[in-house]
């Protein structure tokens, strides 16, 4: 049976650090539409349509804006979705991740 000390030690040993978080950031362009700006916010970041409505307009007057933050696998499989999502209906809707 393990004393005190060696069992504080061994759990001392197995924290791990949280993972390391990154942004993922809306980019405007000429083409996109703010409709679909406001669905792809609502679909793949769980915004309700005033919320997405906020991000898209500080998308449109400061040319970005961060609709998340996430560990690196979960922000490139964000950023993966609205590159697809935007391609297959035919929008340049740039989209990309960002260490924080």
């Known amino acids: ?18 993972p390391k978080l990154y942004k993922v950031v809306v980019y405007n362009d000429d083409y996109t539409t703010m409709d679909f700006v406001i669905e792809v916010l609502q679909t793949f970041f769980a915004m309700n349509r005033e919320r997405a409505t906020q991000v898209m307009l500080k998308v449109h007057q400061e040319g970005s804006a961060i609709c998340g933050i ?31």
Request: with cysteine.
């Open 1 to 18: 049976m393990a004393t005190k000390q060696e069992s504080t030690s061994l759990l001392e040993r197995s924290k791990s650090k949280p």
């Open 70 to 100: 996430y560990p690196k696998d979960i922000a490139e499989t964000k950023v993966a979705q609205v590159s697809e999502f935007a391609k297959q209906h035919g929008h340049p809707l740039r989209c990309e991740l960002e260490e924080s």
